[in-house]
């Protein structure tokens, strides 16, 4: 006998080093892969924000707050007159920690007019709600959790987990035999299972370092390697990993571990906001998260709920009237559990992209990141609705086969190249070919603005008024064949002033501008403007036949629209730790690279294709007063339909076509502008009100001659010229009118 004992311990003690060697290991390390969690833009509310009541409250239900008619607690709201009550969340952003709040914010129409402290009434400067999870980016394994710390986790929820699960906890040491028999009696009395016999330790061990096989030796080991944590780790810090660890889930192949993120995935709530019926439902599913899955099986799930609050009365952790009150209400569960799967595809992936310039992808996936980006939730679904309704009333109304049309679209603000949203496709909620970064296609007119930039940057040469030249015309391309331009309606005008060959769209007088001009130097400007593949020097790219994404026009159009400067589109704000430690800041990077005077008379210009121009549809869409710059873009056979345009707020860019690259029969006006028109009226913007340039001055110019305009002229039009550019010679009607005054004025004097 002393020999085998011997020959054990022998056996065992090495053993047992191991398991120790094992759990420290694992419990001092990385505990778990963290996925990288999204947000989006927090909205910021202000005295003068652009913002309705309506849009507000929006918000607020993306957030998953509550409306209710007295908001006392965080995550709460109610409809006041003229505006809302709010009780905000405590969010830890990457400047500062942003505390709960109770806020009365009151609108005059589409406008904050106050912002007040609910209850003091003092004005609040501002004051910026939590952020909107969009995404996450899970690791292989696809585990899912939102870690918490104990002191953040609310004491009932602890109590409940406790009294359910373990008794004896903070008196044991990993094991507790009384406990086996206890569960045995509770269960026996509740008619089900409510109660287990394994230490909250035996659990953790279990999931955490052990497999599933049920087996003596797997109980062995667990009940060594208990004893073994306990031994080395304080009571409330196994408590935490239990908390965290614990399965409580599960949609499709992604696994939801630990209370934190159960709250969300089951009540869209953070665990703080949650009542005494869910930590209840919460702890059950302890006991078999797919057993008692309260959206399969909420009957099931109702009556474990119930007896739960039952053992809670009997333990004294609630109050036998509060517990009646907790049984009478609903389960409280949401209708559908938040995807895992960003609502949001096509913005994920440009973020992605931007994140692998600067992460590994192992640490996207493991280390927590928290990512703060640029996306404006109200924005992006505006986008996607006004996409996807107007791509099904084209198909109906153009007889294009159904399922066919597709299309893409980015906004971005004008003042700092923050991309709003990104929409890859008419399935805006799908993952999948995201034509909004990887459809590079002809743009057509769209490159003509380049064009005429490159002119106006030689004044002495080439103004608004510059007669151009469109009559036919044919061109041989370096290889030797033959090109010969057409105008959209295939008729000349002869002799046009360049701002109203730009404002139509010709081809032709574009084509003889872009040649005499040096189609090197457009090429030259589009670079400037952020065109950064390579571009072949034939003539044909004078009028579009070059392929750019979306995304290529967007960082183009919206160098045009921020007066010359050129800023990389970004969709990442901040980047923190797990611990919400700053990572790294996306600071703007703004470098000048067209002069002002010719770029404000090319958005003139751009103004007059929606004024007057092949966009003038679109005031149909939008206010006859609103000021707005773009340009329709159209490519042979109808294959592609662009509209670029920009407001003093918003740029944004639309782009329908087919995959297979058949025609689909619609200019940039009759099928991208309207989306573009949709997009922008649903979202609201600013007028356009670009910054004069000193060395700009305002010339009344005839439009008949364009040449000075005056009295006695029948049309007269403002246009901007750069100081000394302007026409020096008054039109004849100047001088006739003058003579007519004169003539008019001495009839009433004799």
């Given at each position: 006998?002393?020999?085998?004992?011997?020959?054990?311990?022998?056996?065992?003690?090495?053993?047992?080093?191991?398991?120790?060697?094992?759990?420290?290991?694992?419990?001092?390390?990385?505990?778990?892969?963290?996925?990288?969690?999204?947000?989006?833009?927090?909205?910021?509310?202000?005295?003068?924000?652009?913002?309705?009541?309506?849009?507000?409250?929006?918000?607020?239900?993306?957030?998953?707050?509550?409306?209710?008619?007295?908001?006392?607690?965080?995550?709460?709201?109610?409809?006041?007159?003229?505006?809302?009550?709010?009780?905000?969340?405590?969010?830890?952003?990457?400047?500062?920690?942003?505390?709960?709040?109770?806020?009365?914010?009151?609108?005059?129409?589409?406008?904050?007019?106050?912002?007040?402290?609910?209850?003091?009434?003092?004005?609040?400067?501002?004051?910026?709600?939590?952020?909107?999870?969009?995404?996450?980016?899970?690791?292989?394994?696809?585990?899912?959790?939102?870690?918490?710390?104990?002191?953040?986790?609310?004491?009932?929820?602890?109590?409940?987990?406790?009294?359910?699960?373990?008794?004896?906890?903070?008196?044991?040491?990993?094991?507790?035999?009384?406990?086996?028999?206890?569960?045995?009696?509770?269960?026996?009395?509740?008619?089900?299972?409510?109660?287990?016999?394994?230490?909250?330790?035996?659990?953790?061990?279990?999931?955490?370092?052990?497999?599933?096989?049920?087996?003596?030796?797997?109980?062995?080991?667990?009940?060594?390697?208990?004893?073994?944590?306990?031994?080395?780790?304080?009571?409330?810090?196994?408590?935490?990993?239990?908390?965290?660890?614990?399965?409580?889930?599960?949609?499709?192949?992604?696994?939801?571990?630990?209370?934190?993120?159960?709250?969300?995935?089951?009540?869209?709530?953070?665990?703080?906001?949650?009542?005494?019926?869910?930590?209840?439902?919460?702890?059950?599913?302890?006991?078999?998260?797919s057993h008692y899955d309260p959206r399969r099986h909420p009957e099931r799930a109702l009556t474990l709920r119930n007896h739960i609050l039952d053992a809670l009365?009997?333990?004294?952790?609630?109050?036998?009237?509060?517990?009646?009150?907790?049984?009478?209400?609903?389960?409280?569960?949401?209708?559908?559990?938040?995807?895992?799967?960003?609502?949001?595809?096509?913005?994920?992936?440009?973020?992605?992209?931007?994140?692998?310039?600067?992460?590994?992808?192992?640490?996207?996936?493991?280390?927590?990141?928290?990512?703060?980006?640029?996306?404006?939730?109200?924005?992006?679904?505006?986008?996607?609705?006004?996409?996807?309704?107007?791509?099904?009333?084209?198909?109906?109304?153009?007889?294009?086969?159904?399922?066919?049309?597709?299309?893409?679209?980015?906004?971005?603000?004008?003042?700092?190249?923050?991309?709003?949203?990104?929409?890859?496709?008419?399935?805006?909620?799908?993952?999948?070919?995201?034509?909004?970064?990887?459809?590079?296609?002809?743009?057509?007119?769209?490159?003509?603005?380049?064009?005429?930039?490159?002119?106006?940057?030689?004044?002495?040469?080439?103004?608004?008024?510059?007669?151009?030249?469109?009559?036919?015309?044919?061109?041989?391309?370096?290889?030797?064949?033959?090109?010969?331009?057409?105008?959209?309606?295939?008729?000349?005008?002869?002799?046009?002033?360049?701002?109203?060959?730009?404002?139509?769209?010709?081809?032709?007088?574009?084509?003889?501008?872009?040649?005499?001009?040096?189609?090197?130097?457009?090429?030259?400007?589009?670079?400037?403007?952020?065109?950064?593949?390579?571009?072949?020097?034939?003539?044909?790219?004078?009028?579009?036949?070059?392929?750019?994404?979306?995304?290529?026009?967007?960082?183009?159009?919206?160098?045009?629209?921020?007066?010359?400067?050129?800023?990389?589109?970004?969709?990442?704000?901040?980047?923190?730790?797990?611990?919400?430690?700053?990572?790294?800041?996306?600071?703007?990077?703004?470098?000048?690279?067209?002069?002002?005077?010719?770029?404000?008379?090319?958005?003139?210009?751009?103004?007059?294709?929606?004024?007057?121009?092949?966009?003038?549809?679109?005031?149909?869409?939008?206010?006859?007063?609103?000021?707005?710059?773009?340009?329709?873009?159209?490519?042979?056979?109808?294959?592609?339909?662009?509209?670029?345009?920009?407001?003093?707020?918003?740029?944004?860019?639309?782009?329908?076509?087919?995959?297979?690259?058949?025609?689909?029969?619609?200019?940039?006006?009759?099928?991208?502008?309207?989306?573009?028109?949709?997009?922008?009226?649903?979202?609201?913007?600013?007028?356009?009100?670009?910054?004069?340039?000193?060395?700009?001055?305002?010339?009344?110019?005839?439009?008949?001659?364009?040449?000075?305009?005056?009295?006695?002229?029948?049309?007269?039009?403002?246009?901007?010229?750069?100081?000394?550019?302007?026409?020096?010679?008054?039109?004849?009607?100047?001088?006739?009118?003058?003579?007519?005054?004169?003539?008019?004025?001495?009839?009433?004097?004799?």
């Open positions: 006998m002393l020999f085998s004992l011997l020959t054990v311990l022998i056996t065992a003690v090495p053993y047992v080093v191991y398991l120790d060697h094992t759990v420290r290991t694992q419990f001092e390390g990385k505990r778990w892969a963290l996925p990288a969690r999204v947000y989006a833009r927090p909205l910021e509310l202000f005295q003068g924000a652009n913002l309705r009541a309506e849009q507000l409250a929006q918000e607020l239900a993306r957030l998953g707050y509550t409306s209710t008619a007295k908001p006392e607690t965080p995550g709460t709201f109610a409809r006041v007159p003229d505006g809302l009550r709010v009780v905000t969340r405590t969010f830890r952003f990457w400047d500062s920690t942003e505390p709960s709040l109770s806020v009365r914010v009151v609108f005059d129409g589409d406008t904050v007019r106050t912002l007040r402290h609910a209850v003091t009434g003092a004005p609040l400067d501002l004051v910026r709600l939590d952020p909107l999870l969009i995404g996450s980016i899970y690791p292989s394994h696809q585990e899912d959790r939102v870690l918490v710390q104990i002191k953040e986790v609310p004491p009932l929820l602890i109590k409940t987990l406790l009294a359910v699960e373990d008794r004896h906890f903070y008196g044991h040491h990993g094991i507790d035999p009384f406990s086996i028999l206890r569960a045995m009696w509770v269960n026996l009395r509740a008619g089900s299972t409510v109660q287990g016999g394994s230490t909250l330790t035996q659990q953790l061990v279990k999931n955490f370092y052990l497999s599933s096989e049920r087996s003596l030796w797997r109980k062995l080991n667990e009940a060594i390697m208990s004893l073994l944590l306990e031994a080395h780790y304080s009571k409330d810090e196994i408590l935490e990993a239990y908390l965290n660890e614990v399965f409580l889930g599960q949609e499709g192949s992604r696994a939801i571990h630990g209370f934190g993120l159960a709250s969300q995935f089951y009540f869209n709530r953070p665990l703080t906001e949650l009542k005494p019926a869910h930590y209840a439902l919460l702890v059950g599913l302890v006991r078999g998260a009365v009997e333990q004294g952790v609630l109050g036998a009237q509060e517990a009646a009150s907790a049984k009478t209400s609903a389960l409280g569960v949401t209708p559908r559990a938040p995807s895992g799967i960003s609502h949001y595809p096509a913005f994920m992936e440009l973020v992605r992209r931007q994140l692998r310039r600067d992460y590994k992808e192992e640490d996207l996936t493991s280390e927590g990141l928290q990512i703060f980006t640029t996306l404006d939730p109200r924005v992006q679904d505006s986008a996607d609705l006004a996409l996807s309704t107007r791509i099904a009333q084209l198909e109906k109304q153009y007889q294009i086969p159904a399922g066919q049309l597709e299309g893409a679209a980015l906004v971005t603000r004008t003042e700092n190249a923050e991309v709003l949203a990104v929409v890859g496709g008419r399935a805006t909620r799908y993952s999948g070919f995201n034509r909004a970064l990887d459809a590079a296609r002809p743009i057509g007119s769209l490159v003509k603005p380049a064009v005429y930039l490159t002119a106006l940057m030689q004044p002495q040469k080439y103004t608004l008024t510059t007669s151009l030249d469109d009559s036919p015309l044919t061109l041989k391309n370096p290889g030797g064949k033959v090109w010969t331009p057409r105008n959209y309606d295939h008729e000349y005008r002869g002799a046009v002033a360049l701002h109203t060959a730009l404002a139509h769209s010709l081809n032709v007088p574009t084509a003889r501008l872009g040649v005499d001009i040096g189609i090197p130097n457009v090429i030259r400007t589009l670079q400037k403007l952020g065109i950064e593949r390579t571009i072949p020097p034939y003539p044909s790219v004078l009028l579009g036949a070059v392929d750019l994404t979306p995304i290529e026009v967007t960082q183009m159009y919206q160098t045009l629209a921020s007066g010359g400067f050129r800023t990389p589109l970004r969709a990442i704000r901040e980047v923190l730790t797990a611990k919400g430690e700053p990572l790294q800041h996306y600071a703007l990077s703004i470098e000048q690279v067209i002069d002002p005077a010719p770029l404000f008379l090319v958005t003139n210009a751009m103004q007059e294709v929606v004024s007057a121009g092949t966009a003038r549809s679109l005031y149909t869409q939008l206010p006859a007063g609103l000021a707005l710059a773009g340009k329709t873009g159209t490519t042979d056979d109808l294959r592609d339909s662009w509209f670029a345009g920009f407001s003093g707020q918003h740029l944004a860019v639309a782009w329908l076509g087919r995959d297979d690259n058949n025609s689909i029969g619609l200019t940039g006006a009759s099928g991208a502008l309207r989306v573009w028109g949709d997009i922008i009226s649903r979202i609201g913007t600013q007028p356009l009100r670009p910054t004069q340039p000193a060395n700009i001055e305002m010339v009344m110019i005839d439009t008949a001659t364009h040449l000075r305009g005056g009295p006695g002229c029948s049309t007269v039009k403002p246009l901007p010229f750069i100081s000394g550019s302007a026409p020096q010679e008054d039109a004849p009607c100047v001088s006739s009118g003058v003579g007519n005054s004169l003539l008019q004025l001495l009839k009433k004097v004799f």
